[in-house]
Every structure is written in C-alpha cells, then in structure tokens.
C-alpha cells in the first residue's frame, strides 16, 4: 500500500456556479406543473424527450416508480370491446418476432412463435388482478417530511396562519423548524440535530457540501439529484411552474427553488432519513403455464423461453402499436380517398352563409360536423388563443392572467371595461363583487376567530343546511335563481383594447394588422369571405370540480376563450385594420362582419358576443346561423350523452351538479393531429379523437406557416397527448387518481387523503369508465400533413424539436401528398433509413 | 362480482330513496319517542339523504359503489338504533356498530395502505371509546338490574356517589372517543383517505354521539360534578387546539376536521357547563355547516387570492374593535354572574353576541356602500333570528338547563379564555405575524398517521 492510498484525497466541493449549473439540469427530471386553476397538460416524461419512446417509458418507470404501460388485462378488455384491431396486435407480433418468416416458423408440431405470443397476449394468466389505479405504496417517510413543509411553504392562502419563516426561502425556513420538529428527530440519526445548526444556510452551499460529505463522485451527482428531484414530482414541478411560468406576484415573500428542494432532500440524506427507492416487482415465470398451453413437454423449445420471457410491459408496448395501427389503418385510406376527390378550385361549393373558426381542440370536430349538417357553413380550425398574445385581467380580479399557449409569454395586457350603454350593469357587478369579496372575507375570519368560529357555525348552520340540499336536488333550479339577479357578465363587459388609466392602446395598428392577418395566413381562410365570420373560442362548465380548469381551453392557458376571440373579432372589424389587411393583399368584401363566441363543451351551448354593435344588416344572418348553432349543439350533446352513458339533459345538470365528477369526457380519446383543409377530413367521423388545424398548402409556398403549426399547436397537442397517455398507464403517478379521495392543498392543487406529494395529470373520472375500463386508449398522437413531402420533410430537417419528436417516435408524422393522394409516414430513427419517409407499411 | 353499472345505480337508488322516504317518515314512526332523538335522528337523515344523494354521482365511478351505499345505509341505521332505542344493550350494540361501519367507509379504497393505517387507528380510538361505553352501561344495568332506559335514570339517585361518579367519567371517555377530543382527535385528523361524501356524513353526523351521548346520560352527569368538570376541561383544550390545526393546515379537509375538533369540543364543553339546548342547537347547526362544507371542499382552488392575508385588511375587525368587543362582553358577563344570572348557557351566548357585534361592526366598517350596509345590517339580523329560532326549538324539546356545577366566576374565566385568545389572534393576523416556531410544528404535525413514519 501506497502513500497515495493512504490519504484518500477529499472530495472537491464544488462551487455555487458549478451547483446552480448541475440542479439546472437536474430540474429537467419533471416537467412544469401549472395550478389547478389554470390547468395546461404536460407530459410527464418531457424531461426524456431526448430519448426514444421505449426508452424514456422505461427510464421513467424507474425513476417514477411508475407502470410502463396499461395492465395487460385492461388491454384485453379494450380488445374485447373492439376498440382494438385484433389483426393490428397480429402485426405488431410479427413485428417484435422479427418478420413473417420467423413468426410463421415451425418450431414444434403445430406451433409457431406467433401462436405463442399471441398466446400470452390474449390467453395466458396475467399478473395482478387488472386494476387500472392501484393505489401507491405510502409515502416513504422521508418523502411526507419534504411534502409536508413543500404543502406549508408553498400554500396560497388556505390556511390562515401562514408557515413561519417563508421569507427565508423554503430551505432556511425549514432549517429554523425542524429543531421543533420531533418528526425530523423520530427520522434522523441523532448527529441530525447538530447538523442543523452547522450546514450552510445557503442551498447551493449546503448541496455543494453534502455531495462531498456523501462521497457522490461527479460522474453519479447529476443522476443522484435527478432521483431526488423526482421522487416529489408534484411539489418538484409546482417549484420549476413558479420560477419559469408563474407572474413574479406569486412567489412574493415565500422564494423557493429546486435548490432548496434539493438541499431539503440532502439534509435528511445526510441525517440518514433517506430510503432507498424500491422498483422491484415480482412477476411470476409464465414458462410452464406456457408450456401447459401448448401440452409441450420439457427440453422446451428455445423460442418458448424467449416468449415467456416478455414481461408485461413489453406485451403492453404492442398492444399500443396495435392501437396506433387500428386507429391509423383506419384513418388512412379515408384521407387518401378524400385526397384523391380533392373539390376543384374552378367548380367550388356555393359561398357558404357563414364561417366559422373553431379551436383546434378535439371538442371542436363533432360540433363542426353537426353545424356543417345544418346548412351551408364553412368551419376551419385555428389555436383558440386565435393568435394573441394576451393576458387578460378579468373586471373584479386582482391578478392578470395568461390566456396564450404557455410557449409563449404574454405581449399585451387587456383588461375589461363596461360595454357601452352597460355602464350601469358594470357598476352593479362591481358593487356585487366588493359584497361578496366582503362577506366572504368576514365569513373567512369569523370561522377561525377562537370567539367566533362556534356562532358562526350555528348561525349559518340551517342557511347551510338549505343550499346544500338546493345545489343537491334543484342544481338547476338554483342556477337559473341566482344568475337571474346579476346583469349577465358576458353582456355587460368586453375586453379592453384601450388602458383604463391612460387610454392607450394595448395594440399598435401593425400589431393588429399582424395578428388578423396571422388567421389568414396559417389557416388558409380565403379573403372572400362570407358576411359573417365568427371566431369561437371554447370553455367548459364544472362546479365544486377541481378539474374544471382542464375542461376549458389550453391555447388559453387553461381558460375559457372567449376573450381572445373578442378582441380578434373587435379588431377584424377596424376600418384601419381592413384597409391594413388589404395592403397585405388580404381584401376583405366591406359586408363581411365577424362575430366573437364561445362554445361550451360541456354543455355544447354557443355563446354570441356583443351582438348588440351588430349592424342591423347583419341581424338575420346572425339569428339563422343561431338556429343552427342550436340545432348542432342539442345533436352533439345527443352524441356525446350516449359515450357518456347519460342522458342529454342530464349533461345540463351535470355542468351545475356539484356532485358531477365527470361532466364530460374533455380531450380523453385523443389521438391525431390533421393539419389541412376541411374537406380532406369532412367526410370522414373522426369521433371527436383529432385535433383539426386548417391549412392550404398552396398559400404557404415557403413552409413558414406549416413550421408555426407543426412547432406550436402540435407540439401543445404532443403534451395533451402524452398527459392523457400516461395518466391512463399509471394513474396514481402520472395522473391524479381517484376524485372522491383527493384533498385540494394550497388553492394549487390536490393531494390524495391526509398528504403526500401534489398530485400531477389527469383524474381517474377523466379517463376510465365507471366500470374502470379505460376511456381513452394509451396511444401515441398520429400527426397528419396535408402538403407536398419535400416540404414537410424541409420543415421537419430544418427544427430540432419535429426531427426529435417524429424520430424518436413522440409522434408518428404521416404526409399526405396533395399531388398522388398517396401517405407517407416518417420513418422512426430506429428504423431502417434512409430515406426518412418510407412506403406507409401498416 | 362486477356488478354491471345499471345493477349498481338500482341498488345506490334505492339507499337513496330509502334516506328521504325515512326522513318523511320520522315525525309518524317516532312520534312517541324523546325529543332529543327526533332531532339528531333527523339531523342525521337529512344529511345522509343529501350525502346519498350527492354520492349518485360523485361516486358513480367507484370500484365498490355497491360496498360504500350498502355500508352507508347500515351506518346510518346503526347511528339511528342507538338514537332511538330504550334498551341498554341495543344501544351498545348499534353503538359499536356504528364505529366499525364508520371504520370501513374511512378504509374504503382497497389495497390503499394509507386507507387501512386510517380504518386501523379509528377502530383503536373506538375499541377504547367502546369498552368504557359497555363498562358505563353495564354498571347502570347491574345496578338497576334493568335494560330499560328510563327505569335506570329513574333509579339513579339510588346508585352510590362513587359508581356514579366512575359510570359518569366512562360515558364522558365514550364520548370524547366518538367526538375526536384530545387524546383521540388522531383517528378524525387522518380520516382523509374516506371518499368526500363519508367525510361529510362523518362530521355532520357520526362524531355527535360523543354529545348525544352526554346528553341522553345527562343525569348521570348531573349526580356527578366531577365529570362535568372533566368535560368542560377537555371541551375547552379541544375547542381552542382544534381552532389552532385549522389555522396551520394548508390542505382543505384536515383544515376542515380541525374546525370540527374544536366544534365538537365546544360542544361537549357546553353539556359539561349544562347549557344543553345550546349543546344540542350547536350539534344540529354544525352538522349542517360543516356537511356543506365538506361537499363543497372541490371549490377550493384558487380561494388562496381571497384568503385572510391577502384580503384587504379592513376586513378583519380591528384589534382596537376585537379588544373593545371583548371587554364589553366580559362586562355583561360580570354584572350578569354579580346579579346572580349566571346561568350554563352565558359562555355560548355571549360568544354568540360578540361574534355578531365583531361581525357587524367590522362590516359595516369595510363595507364597500350604504347598499351593502343595509344588506350586512340584514344579513346579521337573519342569521341571528335562525339561530334564536334554534335554540327555542332545542329549549322545548329539551327542557331547562342543568344548574352549574362550578362558581359562577368561573364562567367568566372561561370567556376570557376564548376572547383574550380572540384579541391575541386578531392582533396577530393584522400583523401578519406567524405563530412561535414550536406551536406551528405542532399544530401542524397533529394527526399525523404513524403508519407513515418509521
């Protein structure tokens, strides 16, 4: 032994800089978690994106301690109910056994390695009994430490008495409780306690020197901080929300970043308080039950073992395939088909009554079908922030909010001013507003006060009492009531395009142009308009639901889009702006109007605003293209009743119930992206599973509306998508779990029970039948190209994100030439390239 | 068994219908029965009427829909047995039924540890509530040598002091098992994991036992002071540390349970002093507010932008107001124990009496026009009336109060417990201060399922 052996050299302590750089990318693990109140689906796994898919659902089942894919028995059952092409599932198994030739091959009498794996895909007994949302271990208890102070710390408001200390920062204030904390010292060592009063009190310091102390080399300091970040994905993502996304107003007196979660979670590494994860489960051998199967008797064929040993996930993986290729052998012909008819320029369809631009969203495609079979209408699909930047400041709140994609960050400011001839209705909201603020306020302080909190519970007592049993029998009833004395919001006030304090205009002329000319250039709507255009944005309806948030519009950042469409309309209707669009080479005919609306999906009610600036020439257009909007609403609402297994009514009272746990299914079912014009799709029932992005190919010679498209819209509905995917796979961690047990924490979100981590993704109710079969099937969104392949592929070449996404198999990208009518689908970069589009195979 | 969706929303139909018709039904069946059954039993089947109701469709989804209506309704029928029945031994057994339905609803989603650390403490907290019940009856009825109700509080002035005393302490054990006081508020500040509904019917109707009971026995009580003492005591700690979780909890249903604690806690309080309208008044009130509450506890997110902190401070009353209100009211309690009025029930109505005077003069201070003056001035005056109209109800039904067993200046002791508090938070949440560093912890550790600790 060596002198240089003898004394181990001690670990350098890294600097701050070198720290802030290694906890950055250690925040990658989990991805941003918007508040329930403006709820934006993220994927789970968008830390992985670099990854393959397969890889990334295995890296995150460790690391999550999550499922890789549905239970086999729920596949089956999603097979059994048709939703599943059993051919497809044939397929996908030929594929994994690695061709026809193989699959077919004798390797007893009678049996082929196809028979085998079919044999464990549909037959054979599977592990555990099939339930989709098995609860999760408990909270290890070093887990609920670090989520009980993240609960206090980060909490808006709910409780009363806020947490000592927040000003320090999450880290310092934790470090001045703990010493009165006998949780910390029933879970630390006794050296614990001292160490409480020596390690650094800055985070990136504290971090540095528990790395050395822990003797974690550089090459393992990454991973080991990657695992601690994304052992409280909720709280982890709640942080990473706050310092990219959130108004710096949210993060007022209480900072926090991910190094403070860190050096929480190193602390008690360094008190001993940390366990191990443990990811291992135990899955019985299927070998001899195979062998049973077949009557096959030992030495086993090689190909047996091989089969039998396929674990659950792997079986799952080719069911999905076997969706994808259900749902895309269906889809593809259709649009050849309609690609091949495309209507000729010279003999086009009369000029239709009215247009219509909807949302993208999947909840936009039925009701467009149903209003398309009321006369002769034009629909087109647009991001339902229509294009504006905004965020918008609701008369009465006290906080601005972001009604755009949350890609982008807001340019304008709105706020919202009486309608004019309103401004009594106005003054009267107002005034309600300031009562109700107050008696809640009071309220508030009454039930907490140690004199107070006894009579108020006996003086509200019986009021309780009758409002409970009116919202639970009448919940229409008491709508109808209480709406009936306020002067109706939408009527009384309109966005602002002018500051209230200084009257000057939120937009400038050439923004306004820019923006009204952006619908234009990125849906392919002609400049010979109809005399009536309206943009309708869309929002759901849900009481009592924490979820409501996610039932209205994502492009809005979670809300409502009514707004947006408002100021676009408002705008599109400016002289100045026409004349500017004209310049543009965008002549619009001088009687077209365009109106703003909005479309509840709930309860497929369409909104009409400010039909009183209407010009009365207008007037019986308007009132037609109502009737119509009516008619469509009662047939889709007809529609969507029978997939929710309820009547239509019953969605009415549903959208005021506030027992509804489901008031409807949202975006479950998900699964393409179609950018191109409507008649390639309108023949086809896409059943409300498509995103619908209008497009023209020919107005967009260079590809730069494509790349807006394919790099914002989709890439949203990529993370819908994947929300919705891995919520379904794993709903207690990637999605929220069951409603009935969750316990909204902070005003931010909701914990399951008595604590734990803040829940991410999707409820149960959002996404599994009330016999907990999945709703929506896990399955990859398929993004579909109307335009010539040199471009597409141009486009996708030309952003890292698309060649990302489509080549590491995110998203399957199939193109359909306007020229042959013929699809092409983008290669994987695990398949066989080049050339990158290859010949449709499935 | 997978039961098929339509089999299942017959059989929840039924549960339901089955609650409202009963509740219809009550004033015929039990028109002979006491008063104060016919309150709580109809307390309890109106909430559990909503609660089923509510469930149609909250728990459409749930895996066991079958197992939580059916367990519901046999919950409601055993709260309802001990209620209403004269026999001794049936009142036990419905008792301890009734805690171990309720022990199920809280463990309700299979295969969830934390669920069955939950069941798990709420069966311990009864098993001990139980056996002191049992043993309590079991020494009236051997005494008595009678299972009847009546006949044993009939012959209670026979019974020696010293059974009394000891059957007295087991009801008040029994009592604060079911009630959730301290040291048994655990099992009611972990029962998160039982569906919303459960939790609503859990607060509004399960934990009055603890008072019902009381107030059944009260005789009992009655021949022996020391157990009223013991249960203002206890009511008095339940009541102001119930308050305190609540303030800390930023989650919505422990917040809520910690409220309940305290609720209950002035409750028992209340039997304890012998205000018993006021006891029972207050059951019935907050069994109401609080399954409201519960069912509405989903309307939580975003309520931090209107919380206490943010909200402007004007509309706390201010320390000054909290501070005059307080001596005034320890003012009209003086003269009235020195005039020789100092009945039970002054601690709860002279809360009642600042609460409206903190409320309306703090609103009318901070209220936004004449307008809404006008509104708060008869929105005071509503509240008031009802609660008024209450307790006339509860007085007749339940006769005079009990005469105090302690000196009259205690009870001015215990309202200045409740409103110095009052001033010292008040003065606190104008100040934004947060409370010293051990208090927080422990406040906000309370309840803590030990199941998720090493």
């Known amino acids: 032994m060596n002198m240089m052996t003898a004394f181990p050299a001690p670990h350098a302590v890294l600097t701050r800089t070198e720290i802030a750089g290694i906890v950055a990318l250690a925040a990658r693990a989990v991805p941003p978690l918007w508040p329930l109140e403006s709820a934006i689906a993220v994927n789970p796994l968008a830390g992985l994106e670099d990854l393959a898919f397969e890889d990334a659902v295995k890296i995150g089942a460790q690391r999550f301690g999550a499922r890789e894919s549905l239970p086999l028995a729920q596949w089956r059952k999603l097979l059994a109910a048709g939703r599943i092409d059993e051919r497809c599932l044939r397929d996908a198994a030929i594929r994994h056994i690695g061709g026809l030739e193989m699959a077919y091959m004798p390797i007893a009498p009678k049996l082929t390695r196809l028979d085998l794996l079919m044999a464990r895909l549909l037959h054979l007994p599977c592990d555990g009994n099939g339930d989709a949302s098995p609860k999760a271990p408990p909270a290890t208890p070093d887990a609920a430490y670090v989520a009980k102070w993240c609960a206090a710390f980060f909490d808006q408001g709910l409780a009363a008495s806020p947490m000592p200390y927040r000003e320090l920062g999450l880290y310092r204030a934790v470090l001045a409780l703990a010493p009165h904390d006998p949780q910390f010292h029933a879970l630390t060592a006794d050296t614990a306690a001292h160490l409480l009063l020596t390690v650094p009190r800055d985070p990136l310091e504290a971090i540095a020197e528990a790395l050395a102390v822990l003797e974690i080399g550089e090459a393992d300091q990454l991973e080991h901080l990657s695992g601690l970040v994304a052992r409280l994905p909720g709280w982890a993502g709640h942080i990473r929300w706050r310092n990219e996304h959130a108004d710096a107003d949210a993060a007022a007196g209480a900072p926090a970043t991910m190094a403070d979660l860190l050096a929480l979670w190193l602390l008690l590494e360094r008190g001993g308080a940390v366990a191990a994860q443990s990811g291992v489960t135990v899955t019985t051998d299927p070998t001899d039950a195979l062998a049973r199967h077949f009557a096959l008797s030992a030495p086993l064929p090689g190909a047996v073992v091989t089969i039998a040993a396929l674990d659950e996930a792997e079986l799952g993986a080719l069911f999905m395939t076997a969706a994808e290729w259900s749902y895309r052998n269906a889809l593809a012909p259709r649009l050849e088909a309609a690609a091949r008819d495309a209507p000729d320029a010279a003999n086009a369809s009369p000029a239709p009554e009215a247009q219509l631009v909807f949302c993208i969203d999947v909840r936009s495609e039925p009701f467009r079908r149903a209003l398309e079979a009321e006369g002769n209408y034009e629909t087109l699909g647009y991001a339902g922030f229509f294009g504006l930047p905004i965020a918008v400041q609701k008369f009465g709140d006290a906080r601005r909010k972001r009604f755009l994609p949350v890609l982008l960050s807001p340019q304008h400011d709105v706020g919202e001013a009486a309608v004019p001839g309103r401004e009594q209705d106005a003054a009267t909201l107002a005034a309600t507003q300031a009562q109700v603020r107050q008696a809640s306020g009071l309220f508030d302080n009454a039930k907490c006060g140690t004199a107070t909190a006894f009579a108020t519970a006996e003086a509200a007592g019986p009021l309780a009492g009758a409002v409970m049993a009116a919202r639970t029998i009448a919940p229409r009833l008491v709508n109808r009531l209480s709406s009936a004395f306020a002067p109706r919001r939408a009527e009384t006030l309109a966005p602002a395009l002018h500051r209230k304090d200084c009257g000057t205009a939120v937009f400038t002329l050439a923004e306004k142009v820019g923006y009204a000319s952006a619908l234009f250039r990125l849906t392919g709507l002609s400049p010979s308009t109809a005399r009536i255009v309206a943009l309708v944005g869309h929002g759901g309806s849900a009481v009592n639901n924490p979820y409501a948030a996610a039932l209205d519009c994502g492009a809005c950042g979670g809300h409502a889009g009514g707004s947006n469409a408002r100021v676009l309309a408002t705008m599109l209707n400016e002289p100045d702006v026409r004349t500017g669009l004209a310049a543009q080479g965008i002549a619009l005919p001088e009687e077209t109007w365009f109106i703003a609306a909005e479309h509840n999906t709930t309860t497929d009610e369409v909104t009409v605003f400010d039909q009183a600036s209407l010009p009365a020439s207008h007037r019986a257009d308007l009132a037609a293209l109502c009737a119509s909007l009516v008619r469509a609403g009662d047939a889709n609402r007809n529609r969507r009743a029978s997939l929710l297994g309820r009547t239509a009514d019953d969605l009415l009272t549903g959208a005021v119930h506030w027992g509804e746990v489901r008031p409807e299914w949202g975006l479950s079912g998900n699964a393409a992206f179609i950018v191109g014009p409507r008649w390639l799709t309108q023949d086809t029932d896409l059943e409300g599973r498509a995103f619908l992005h209008s497009y023209e190919w020919r107005d967009d010679p260079d590809g730069t509306a494509l790349t807006t498209i394919l790099t914002a819209p989709m890439v949203v509905a990529q993370w819908i998508n994947c929300q919705y995917l891995f919520s379904t796979v794993d709903n207690d961690r990637y999605g929220s779990g069951d409603k009935v047990t969750q316990n909204v924490v902070g005003g931010i979100g909701v914990l399951q029970g008595n604590g734990g981590d803040l829940k991410v993704g999707l409820p149960r109710q959002s996404l599994f039948m009330d016999d907990g079969t999945p709703y929506h099937v896990p399955q990859r969104l398929l993004a579909v190209v109307h335009a010539p392949l040199a471009r597409v592929e141009a486009v996708v070449r030309a952003n890292d994100i698309l060649a990302r996404l489509f080549g590491k198999g995110w998203v399957t990208l199939m193109v359909i030439d306007p020229e042959t009518g013929k699809s092409r689908r983008w290669a994987t970069d695990r398949e066989l390239s080049p050339p990158a589009l290859s010949e449709n195979d499935a | ?454």
């Not at chain 2, 049936?90 to 809280?106: P, V």
């Open chain 2, 1 to 454: 068994m997978q039961s098929t969706p339509v089999q299942r929303s017959r059989l929840a139909q039924a549960v339901v219908t089955a609650l409202w018709a009963g509740l219809v039904a009550l004033p015929f069946l039990a028109s002979s029965a006491a008063q104060l059954s016919l309150i709580v039993g109809a307390l309890t089947l109106f909430v559990a009427a909503i609660v089923a109701t509510f469930s149609l469709r909250y728990m459409r989804a749930d895996p066991r829909a079958d197992a939580f209506f059916i367990t519901l309704a046999l919950l409601v029928a055993a709260v309802l047995g001990f209620v209403f029945t004269q026999n001794l031994a049936l009142f036990a057994m419905a008792w301890i039924a009734s805690g171990w339905l309720l022990a199920r609803l809280i463990g309700h989603t299979e295969g969830w540890a934390e669920a069955r650390f939950a069941a798990r403490r709420a069966m311990r907290a009864f098993a001990i509530g139980d056996t002191a019940l049992v043993a309590a009856l079991a020494v009236l009825a051997f005494h008595t040598a009678s299972l009847d109700l009546a006949t044993v509080l009939a012959s209670l002035p026979a019974m020696p002091a010293p059974l009394v005393t000891a059957t007295a302490l087991l009801l008040l054990v029994a009592a604060a098992a079911r009630s959730a006081m301290v040291p048994f508020s655990g099992w009611l500040l972990s029962s998160m994991t039982a569906p919303t509904p459960v939790s609503a019917l859990m607060h509004a109707g399960f934990v009055n036992a603890g008072g019902f009971v009381l107030l059944r026995f009260a005789p009992v009580l009655e021949a022996a002071p020391i157990a009223r003492n013991a249960a203002i005591v206890i009511g008095l700690a339940a009541a102001i540390y119930g308050i305190g979780i609540m303030t800390v909890r930023p989650d919505i249903k422990r917040s809520l349970a910690g409220s309940t604690v305290s609720q209950m806690g002035f409750m028992i309080m209340s039997c304890g002093l012998g205000a018993y309208a006021a006891a029972l008044w207050h059951i019935v009130a907050h069994g109401l507010f609080k399954a409201w509450l519960f069912l509405g506890s989903g309307s939580a997110i975003g309520s931090g932008t209107k919380s206490a902190q943010q909200a402007p401070a004007t509309l706390n009353p201010t320390p000054a107001l909290t501070l005059a209100i307080s001596a005034a009211t320890l003012g009209i309690a003086m003269a009235l124990v020195v005039e020789g009025s100092g009945a039970a029930s002054l601690v709860p109505l002279l809360l009642g009496t600042a609460t409206a005077a903190a409320t309306t003069l703090g609103g009318l201070a901070a209220a936004p026009s004449g307008r809404a003056r006008v509104m708060l001035a008869g929105a005071v005056a509503g509240l008031i009336a009802f609660h008024a109209g209450g307790l006339a109800v509860t007085h007749a039904a339940l006769g005079a109060d009990a005469v105090l067993a302690l000196p009259d200046w205690t009870l001015l002791a215990l309202l200045a417990a409740f409103l110095g508090l009052w001033v010292w938070q008040q003065l606190s949440l104008t100040r934004r201060n947060a409370l010293p560093a051990r208090l927080y912890v422990h406040l906000l550790n309370a309840g803590t399922l030990k199941g998720d600790l090493k």
